[in-house]
């Protein structure tokens, strides 16, 4: 069993793909737009009550953490941002398109909390070293492996066969996908993406996560900022795995060493990142990951 070359199309055409609900739609539209305003998107949520509840639910949410907490969104928009508060609606809108697993050997909570863990390390990194939108750099690790659930929607004896594998071989499962001749999540996943019309960003960081730093240092068309933030979707996709954050697949145990790392976040010009200052991020976004839990409750 191989999945035809043509995935491009089934995922055109596929009436097992989920849609994005219309206000996720126009959300999406409004963080493309720089005019955009808090109230627009204040407007929008009025119109949609549930998405309101869970977009509170998560702004009160230990992760979030506002003081006295908040009843109404337009208290979320003040302590959380305009960007904050679109993202989330991006993230909860997905997280509820894929609400059931065809396949069974993957369990959809370990999935999202592994997505959350690079989200939320993604985030953390792109803040402290000021590299991009850190709002966005969350959207980018929580939807990362998305194509796992588009395989699972288009071919889910193909998901298990490639997590039984994985499992078998201690193998990552990019690297079983890649033996098998399958197409990669991480194309299918950015082509679901651009189907979508989400911020570039998200597809070329969902496109690109599996790339060696180096490589993704000589992606031309990405500012380098962009290819930074694609290569901290990379190191917390590792990261994530090595706390034990979730599953999504990967039986691997291999991880690269600070000294590995930080000779290769040189070509991404990040000469500062020496180990002295990886291992102390390291620590801070182990740190983080211990908010995951928090926030996985408040996105269900
Ligand atoms: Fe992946
Ligand atoms: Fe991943």
Redesign the pocket.
Known sequence: MALAPNTQLKIERTENLPALPAVTLRVTELLQDSKSSAKEIADLLRQDQSLTVRILKLANSSYYAIPGGCKDVSRALSFLGFNTIAQLVLGLSVFSAFDKLGCSELKLIDFWKHALAVAVGTELLARELKCGNPEEAFTCGLL??M??LVLDRIEPQALNLVLDQAKAEQE???DVETRLGFV???IL?SKLAEHWGLPQMISHSILH??LDLESISKLSQLDLNSRRLVSFVNLN?EWARESEQGH?G?FSKRFRSLTELSRQFQALELSHLNEERLKQLKQNVFKAFGRVEGLIHAFR
Do not use: R, V, W
Request: aromatic letters at 6%.
């Open positions: 990362h492996d194509g796992k990552t499962f990019s990669g999540h991480e996943g996560h599996h996709n999504s990967n």
